[in-house]
């Protein structure tokens, strides 16, 4: 198959989903290209889901600017895209007089970019906003401006949004080779499809480094640096309302304690270098590292609440910043080495490769048709939280599937499964991480069948090609 | 909708039909047995082997066949069934129970009763719960998901297994994956005895020579998109892996046996207090939990080894149920129980003055040649001597009557 296209971009993580998006408000012919089964299955979908204020990041580097900018434009991303958006706020708390003298700095530095509503606050007042905090607290610096949000549902909302708006996915397709076709550029990805473009935006994450060379492109180099993250119990989903920070090391915002905006908490991520790029392996130092420091900050957490673990590699480039920008081959534009603040940066650095796409010469005709909002699937478990059964009747009565309970933990009905694979995931990750099913406490010991049973129904997959994944990752290898 | 009954009972696995039919034998006609799945019997369906009904029928009956006998009963007894329906949520004021149910067919239904038994069972635990390091392939299972998907849908997990834990599925799993012709590589635990019972040691490993490591666990899971390996090794201090002196098993498949819990989500929702030990409600002499009207049996109390006593335990509280709906529970002096010296827990944790009681305990350890004893502050209740005795199997202590005068009870064990 062969295909003609303006824009190409590499990658759907949150990167090159919102780039697509942004691009999609556009007269424009755009494709997202992603070797994984699904949308976000790199490194987005191992993310905090923390959108930081805007001031961890040195001075003078892009990562401090897209940081800022990128925070401010969640409010009305989340409004027009209905993923789950919380400002909670972070505290990032000290522990001596030396860490009270670097949270200082950083009150200066978020103060100088522009941040609003930060302060420096002294024990009793830290211990008001979160009183789980270990009381050996002496102070720390709010910023009331972070926020959480949902990372896959945000990189899935963005996707679904610019497919409305015309943008063409092509999942399961590794590009193995760029090369010039008169004034365009040519990707063949691994199932032999030819895909060409006027330009071609590297938002290839972990691979960037690989994708760039296969452009021609040089100077850097991707550096895995590997998160562990542990995923408590809902039951103690209260401990924090704010994202509680460490005062951070060189590496890492260090290890932190994280409400999630489904409800539990999340304790990590560690931050170590390595050299593989598929290592997505747990350790018991990682685990030990990461329940020492929690509870260093939150005294209540255990380890035995873990419901499930996971890792996150951080595409982290050599040089330490983002890097953003066209280069050596004409029309080829990298968005590379976007590791943390990647997530809260990504509606800027959107904004700024558009900005450089027109710098380069390209031509941004608005449509006329362009549909911001996209309707999110309602979900029946908060109202079950809310006792509201009036609405629930409501939903039944709309969409009988709505009285079929699949997961329980979760309270997932058949209704939002069926409308996750109609969105186009299939694989039993991509439901998770799309409907929330098999997230919780019984982590899919129940529902799993079930949800077999509904992805064979709705796609035709027999069951035993069904896969946690993709290929090579089926559920039951065959059928008796 | 909105639809009145006397008793709601949630789940129609064992202990929920149990219940049901010591219920309706008291003469209570107004209850409704509530099961998510589209059938009664609830875990018993997936368990095609024998071994049950020994106690209770005096014969060895298939998993299915010990439901068929209960479905039996709890049809000639005319028990209402209302099946593929969820209850979400348990709500209480005072005496009156508000039970709120999605159900497939009838859409939201807002039931009033006048008590709940809870008999939801438990669930497995899984690999998060026990946080084994490595990567996250696909092919691995808890050891009843992969009974499920073997006995009643026809898909089989994998070729080569192994498996994590020694308890009964796992062992039974064993058995059964070797039966349909995949090569079961070990069995492994992390205790220095088998979770299990002995006789499905026998019956499932070594008729099989099926080798079972004792003190081993899995320090890490290898693999891409499906396991391709795990690493085994010896512990030290009880749970610290030395992975100096580790080896290798290839496998497409890892089954996880490694405990049940009692799923007590809708429990927690209804604010009732759980104990530590068993997960289960905490509850007294007649089987109530500290929300008034709301009674517990089962698995979903605590977990059992045999569907046996999960019987006679819901059909007992099936007769408390029915006797505090006709309000003739006599307020009798409650006496606490106290859990003694080797003992994990003790079940109920009251007793009622001058009656007879069942205690249910088990062992923190395999002992030998140990005595097992209930006593008050005065006299010796109980006392019978124990060659070994395990924590796998759950003991049931009948006492005669609970001295009128006694201030406490409890349960220990002697050297």
Redesign the interface.
Known sequence: MKKNFDILIIGAGVVGAAVARELSRYKLRIAVIEKEEDVSFGTSKANSGIIHAGFHSQPGTLKLKLEAEGNRRFDELSAELGFPFERRGELMVAFSDDELQILHKYYQRGVQNGIEGMELLGRERTLELEPNLNPDILGSLHSPTAGIVGPYEYCFALIENAKTNGVEVFLDSKVEKISRRDSCLECVSSKGVSLTGKFVINAAGLFSDEIAKLAGVDGFRIIPRKGEEYLLDRRVGGLVRRVIFPVPSEKSKGLLVIPTVDGPVMVGPTAVDIEDKTDFSTTRSGLEAVFKNAQKMVPAIRATDIITSFVGLRPAATGGDFIIGKTSVKGFINAAGIQSPGLTASPAIAEMIKDILVAEGLELKKKDNFQAVRKAVPKIRPLVEQRDYKMIEKLIAKDKNYSKLVCRCENITEAEIIAAIRSGHSTLDGIKFSARACTGRCQGGFCTSRILDIIHRETGIPIEKISKKGKGSEVLLFKK | MNLKYDIVIIGAGPAGLAAAVSLKRSGIEKILVID?ESFAGGILNQCIHNGFGIHKFKEELTGPEYAERYLDLSNQADVELLL?A?V??I?SSGKEKEV?V???E???L?ISCKAVVLAMGC??K????I?I???????I??A??AQ???NL???????EIVILGSGDIGLIMARRMSL?GAKVKAVIEIQTHPGGLNRNIVQCLQDFDIPLYLSHTI????G???ISSVEVSPVVDRSF?DRNRSFHLDC??LLLSVGLIPEN?LS?KAGIVLDNVTRGPVVDANLMTSVEGVFACGNVLHVHDIVDWVSEEAEFCGYRVARYIKGDIQKLREIPVRTGKMLSYTLPSKVEAGKPATLSLRTIAPLENVFLCVYTEKHFLYKKKFRKIFPSIMQRIPIKEVPADAQYLETFIES
């Open positions: 998510r593929s969820c979400i949520d709500i709120i999605l159900s497939e009838q859409g939201l807002r669930r497995e899984n690999r998060g719960n946080a390091p490595g990567s996250r392939p696909a092919g299972l808890t009843g998901f499920k998907m073997v849908h026809g898909y089989m997990p994998g070729r349909e320090s890490e899971i290898k891409g998109r499906r892996p497409d498949t989500e927690i």
